[in-house]
């Protein structure tokens, strides 16, 4: 045990939070289905008390830090802190004229996982041991798989996976230009099927398609074995993707865009998806995530970890309906360049963890992050 003055004594009390802003160029443009970009943008949070510091991020807008500055350090600075639940009740009652979906979403999460992070490190114990193990290790799925790339990169890309890692799922983006390019959509899913040899392949529309069209297509996933069709529409067409997942055999994902346990509940009860996906940068955190999972475990689904995956894995370690964890290119590429602490995932399986570090174990490297510090 590190000296938090724990049982018995005072509880320590969160003394500040800071905040940074990192932009971090893409390799080059990339694409997915509906959005290009050639860089990502993540804030983070350092949370202090007594002495020890707790780490927090989310991929998102800058202004999630003016978020963090203005309304949430109030909110969260003299609390216990032990009473993360607590933080994240006063923090989303704060936000309620700011708008607690979207940016200060991100902003919410980001501090909220700082505080799991602290807490587990002033108890001097890994996070999934604070949470409570449901598992030992966390499966996770290569994802990338760019519209913007040629044949030979994609195969690349899979084949690192699948082939250097032992990844046995793999993941690619479709509904190119809005889904105005079908047929390239199909040659590149053909392709990722003869490259991912006998793994899982997954694909992802990110809601390019409209409903009869997704149909229509997924002959053609049927055909090639995939498995998983994310976002054939868009998440805000609840109906259109019940009717999706309906009428084809892949299962249909949905929910990265999740921003209050409410949303969970709205797609889940209208039948719309097969897996549930929560990203815990976006729905409030740690905190929230783990209820996100708890309502897909009530109707008898799992759950799967969108993106940002090393302040994911404790969180799903922490939970029995997890399918997987997005093992996303750009992030890992953000994290092991800017963090210490990354987890392999050889083998097709990361272990939160297993060499004890406290909290989520990852450490911000100042000299490595400074030059894409946000002026
Ligand atoms: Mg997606």
Not at 99 to 122: E, Q
Not at 134 to 149: I, K, L
Request: charged share 20%.
């Amino acid at each position: 045990m590190t000296a938090a003055s724990g049982a018995g004594g005072d509880p320590p009390h969160v003394e500040s939070l800071r905040t940074a802003v990192w932009t971090v160029p893409a390799e080059r443009p990339e694409a997915d289905g509906t959005l290009t970009w050639d860089a990502t943008t993540l804030v983070t949070v350092h949370a202090e008390a007594a002495g020890v510091t707790g780490l927090g991020w989310t991929y998102g807008s800058p202004a999630a830090a003016t978020v963090v500055d203005t309304h949430l350090a109030p909110a969260v600075t003299g609390r216990a802190v032990w009473d993360v639940p607590a933080a994240n009740e006063a923090m989303t009652r704060a936000v309620r004229n700011a708008a607690r979906p979207g940016i200060a979403g991100h902003a919410v999460s980001a501090v909220d996982i700082a505080l799991w992070d602290l807490k587990a490190r002033l108890l001097g114990l890994p996070l999934v041991s604070v949470l409570g193990a449901a598992r030992d290790e966390v499966p996770v799925y290569g994802s990338g798989g760019f519209t913007t790339y040629g044949e030979a990169e994609q195969d690349r890309q899979i084949r690192t996976w699948t082939e250097e890692s032992d990844i046995p799922r793999v993941k690619i983006k479709i509904g190119e230009s809005w889904g105005t390019a079908e047929g390239r959509d199909r040659q590149r899913i053909s392709a990722a099927r003869r490259s991912a040899g006998a793994a899982e392949l997954y694909v992802d529309a990110n809601g390019g398609y409209t409903a009869k069209q997704a149909v229509r297509l997924a002959a053609h996933l049927d055909a090639e074995d995939v498995t998983w069709f994310e976002e054939p529409v868009s998440s805000d067409d609840l109906t259109g993707l019940a009717r999706v997942r309906d009428a084809v055999r892949p299962d249909v994902a949905a929910g990265e865009y999740g921003y209050t346990l409410a949303y969970f509940e709205q797609m889940l009860a209208a039948g719309a998806v097969d897996c549930l996906q929560a990203d815990v940068t976006r729905c409030g955190g740690v905190t929230v995530w783990l209820r996100a999972a708890a309502l897909a475990e009530a109707r008898g689904l799992q759950v799967s970890a969108h993106c940002a995956p090393h302040l994911h894995a404790h969180a799903a370690a922490a939970v029995p309906n997890l399918r997987h964890m997005e093992w996303f290119h750009d992030h890992v590429r953000i994290e092991r360049a800017l963090f210490s602490g990354c987890l392999d995932p050889t083998g097709g399986t990361v272990r939160p963890g297993a060499d004890g570090s406290p909290g989520h174990g990852m450490e911000l490297r100042g000299p490595d992050a400074e030059p894409y510090r946000d002026a």
